[in-house]
């Protein structure tokens, strides 16, 4: 069961001491509470106390990586079953099939596209993230891995057969560590032992979520911790609701044996591209922790990526870009000079369209804390006496050769407090409606 504030309160030192950045011992266990502070930020408290928290507070689906450096992803770390709960935090990777029937070229094309296929959305990189290596025989899963990453070393799943191809595959690997799948009940007590040896995580398959809880349990007691589950269902309707059960037996029961990620192959639910796309949504929606994909094709891949993004974004926290001064097109000391709020919404249509009117500008983004212009007026945030020492502090004045800036016309209010606070400059209120962006612009004059 989770621990609550006042749980997690009557563990702690009572200091009050303010070394973990809140002010009293109180409000940090609130915190740790909500998932919204790490125990690590008190330096007061004691191993015992470290280890009681940690164990309770852990997840009920277990995080980890899989695969190493930048292009690690995580898996798990899942706490509610529906977002608006709270969030959900690890976002689905997006993993490609090569096979040990496809040739080089096929296999080079594949591993490519996971990095041709990214895409820059409200200031979040879009990309698929895994490459999954198929060789039932095994005979040619090492050589496969080799082929892989000296194409890109990316995160890795491997499917065989073969205990022994799987062992080769992960020692291929080095420390890129990648999953090793199908371990069944025939396979188990080999699997466990390659598992704890390489340190791999281990990819879990029966025929139903009851018998891989008694698999998972097995392997737990071996002492296994990294896993990913796969109930086998290629049946779009039962897979979904195997999917759906074992999330809330991992939330709602706190089963541990099924509180890992799932593994999901719509690239063997559907021999048509479309019908596997909507397989994959699917899952990206309910509970899928890898989805496995035949190929990958921007038309496909951009829509599932979109889509897991808007489901991964916390409903809490608005998307904000960073404050700053901001280059559309090549700017010289006599473009335009516009400003707007950091609501990272606001910013891609704004940016976009003064791309689309081809009048190079300079574009300065204040932090609103992620609200939008009149959001960010009302609370403050949007203000002339903000705005003001932000555009002297911002070095945009060593850039251009006039003081001449636009404010967006919903924040024409603020004009005239705007040039009290920006003595010789002149605030121009530009249009209310970003698609009038491009005709103003080209009846731009700095002087």
């Keep these: 069961m989770a621990l609550t504030g006042i749980d997690i309160f009557k563990r702690l030192p009572k200091t009050n001491c303010g070394d973990c950045g809140v002010p009293t011992c109180l409000a940090f266990a609130m915190a740790l509470a909500a998932g919204k502070a790490d125990l690590e930020k008190c330096p007061h408290v004691s191993d015992e106390t470290k280890e009681a928290l940690g164990a309770a507070s852990a997840p009920p689906i277990r995080p980890f990586k899989i695969g190493v450096g930048d292009d690690a992803v995580a898996v798990g770390g899942e706490t509610v079953e529906f977002r608006h709960e709270k969030t959900f935090v690890a976002p689905t990777p997006i993993a490609v099939l090569v096979s040990a029937d496809d040739d080089d070229a096929v296999i080079e094309a594949k591993v490519k596209q996971l990095d041709d296929l990214q895409f820059d959305r409200v200031g979040v990189i879009l990309k698929p993230n895994i490459v999954a290596i198929k060789d039932p025989a095994g005979d040619k899963l090492a050589d496969l891995v080799a082929k ?17 191809a799987l062992k080769a595959g992960a020692a291929a690997a080095g420390d890129n560590k990648p999953v090793l799948y199908p371990v069944t009940a025939d396979n188990a007590d080999a699997m466990a032992e390659i598992g704890k040896e390489t340190g791999c ?136 000079l516009l400003i707007t709020s950091n609501f990272s919404l606001t910013y891609f249509i704004v940016s976009g369209e003064i791309e689309a009117s081809r009048v190079d500008s300079w574009l300065l983004i204040k932090d609103t804390e992620g609200l939008s212009v009149l959001t960010g007026w009302a609370a403050g945030k949007f203000v002339a006496d903000a705005i003001g020492p932000f555009v002297k502090k911002s070095g945009i004045e060593d850039k251009i050769a006039h003081k001449k800036i636009v404010i967006p016309g919903f924040a024409a209010q603020i004009s005239g407090e705007l040039e009290e606070e920006l003595p010789g400059w002149e605030v121009i209120i530009g249009p209310r409606e970003a698609s009038h962006i491009a005709a103003f612009l080209k009846g731009w004059a700095p002087d």
Aim: aromatic letters at 6%; proline letters at 7%; charged letters at 25%.
């Design 148 to 164: 892989v990453q000296g194409i890109k070393k990316a995160p890795l799943i491997l499917i065989s057969d073969s205990v022994d």
């Design 201 to 336: 995580p281990l990819g879990l398959k029966a025929d139903s979520y009851d018998a891989l809880s008694e698999l998972a349990e097995k392997l737990i007691k071996a002492g296994i911790k990294d896993m990913l589950l796969d109930t086998g269902a290629r049946d779009l309707k039962q897979a979904f609701q195997d999917s759906v059960a074992i999330r809330r037996f991992a939330l709602r029961a706190e089963h541990r044996p099924l509180g890992f990620p799932t593994l999901t192959f719509p690239c063997e639910m559907s021999d048509d591209p479309i019908m596997e796309a909507m397989i994959a949504a699917t899952f990206i929606s309910k509970y899928g922790g890898i989805i496995v994909l035949s190929d990958l094709k921007g038309e496909v891949v951009f829509p599932l990526m979109l889509a897991r993004l808007n489901i991964f974004t916390d409903p809490q926290r608005p998307m904000a870009t960073s404050e700053g001064i901001y280059e559309i097109g090549k700017p010289t000391e006599k473009s335009p």
